[in-house]
């Protein structure tokens, strides 16, 4: 089983216009509502990857019931903390005229302790029938920095981490097998801009040295960098044929990781799947709806380059 924990979920309204102006008055062609989040959209993308998957959530408010309605459709097994804040709402405005997408994003509400443990007890029970675990998101205000190191300490799988900041540094001593920040995230997290592909390396040379056992970085259309404490890889995507939504995609590309990694693959082929899981999540309006046959086909065309 591939387990998607995080607590910062996200019940989405999607505006498509054939073209939007900032300060004025526009009119959307089409509304669309979806759950998403980092941890949503992951737990989406890893239900149509694998046979056997589950999101686990702190859900809360009117959306809860929206929510577990939509994974029941999409037959994806959930497991909801419910939680007495409400889950956060967040707006993507997409312009079709540019293909400018604007995300609008409303920060997670506080849980209150007795929340944050049930969610706890909650992890250390699924955690203990997974595979692998994604650990994915930001933490709501008030939430202890150590959160995901001691959600960390109850994993026996090897974990995929997308996350960044204090709690990333605060985990990264337990090891986790796969540390996936993008470029920003990683430059906020070392507290440094990472201008070139120099400072780059050395970054990311520099989490392997304290204790992430691979690297792998993310930067828009770009490369894809991973890095060992022995090994470094450049991964170059084909070019984005469809460009519908780009939201979404970094956790469909964790989501395809730990498939892969849980399916038996090495890193460099699972780094493969979870780019070519991302270009399939941006042909799509809704994220994390992938097609599994098409990743697989996507991930032949990824070019390696050994550094």
């Known amino acids: 089983m591939i387990l998607s924990a995080g607590l910062s979920p996200a019940w989405q309204q999607i505006l498509v216009f054939e073209r939007f102006r900032p300060g004025e008055v526009n009119r959307a062609q089409e509304v669309h509502w979806c759950s998403s989040g980092k941890v949503l959209n992951a737990g989406i993308a890893a239900g149509h990857l694998s046979k056997e998957s589950l999101a686990l959530a702190a859900v809360g408010g009117t959306v809860l019931d929206k929510i577990e309605r939509e994974f029941r459709a999409l037959g994806i097994p959930r497991h909801w903390v419910v939680s007495e804040s409400a889950t956060r709402i967040c707006t993507t405005i997409v312009d079709r005229s540019s293909g400018?997408?604007?995300?609008?994003?409303?920060?997670?509400?506080?849980?209150?302790?007795?929340?944050?443990?049930?969610?706890?007890?909650?992890?250390?029970?699924?955690?203990?029938?997974?595979?692998?675990?994604?650990?994915?998101?930001?933490?709501p205000a008030g939430t202890p920095r150590s959160f995901y190191r001691d959600l960390l300490k109850l994993t026996p799988c090897p974990a995929v981490l997308d996350f960044r900041g204090g709690e990333l540094l605060l985990a990264l001593e337990l090891e986790p097998y796969v540390?996936?920040?993008?470029?920003?995230?990683?430059?906020?997290?070392?507290?440094?801009?990472?201008?070139?592909?120099?400072?780059?390396?050395?970054?990311?040379?520099?989490?392997?040295?304290?204790?992430?056992?691979?690297?792998?970085?993310?930067?828009?259309?770009?490369?894809?960098?991973?890095?060992?404490?022995?090994?470094?890889?450049?991964?170059?995507?084909?070019?984005?044929?469809?460009?519908?939504?780009?939201?979404?995609?970094?956790d469909a590309m964790a989501a395809a990781i730990a498939w892969a990694t849980s399916d038996g693959r090495d890193l460099p082929q699972a780094v493969r799947l979870g780019i070519a899981a991302a270009l399939e999540n941006l042909r799509q309006l809704l994220p994390g709806r992938l097609d599994r046959a098409r990743v697989e086909e996507l991930a032949e065309r990824v070019r390696l380059e050994v550094i």
Request: charged share 20%.
């Open 100 to 139: 400018a997408i604007t995300e609008l994003v409303e920060n997670g509400h506080p849980l209150a302790a007795a929340e944050l443990d049930e969610f706890r007890r909650a992890y250390s029970y699924q955690v203990a029938r997974a595979e692998v675990a994604v650990l994915i998101g930001s933490l």
């Open 179 to 250: 540390v996936k920040p993008n470029r920003e995230e990683l430059a906020r997290t070392v507290g440094k801009p990472l201008d070139g592909d120099d400072e780059l390396l050395a970054a990311m040379r520099w989490l392997n040295g304290r204790g992430a056992q691979w690297m792998v970085v993310t930067g828009g259309s770009g490369p894809v960098w991973v890095t060992s404490s022995s090994k470094a890889y450049r991964f170059h995507p084909p070019p984005a044929r469809e460009v519908v939504n780009p939201i979404g995609c970094g």
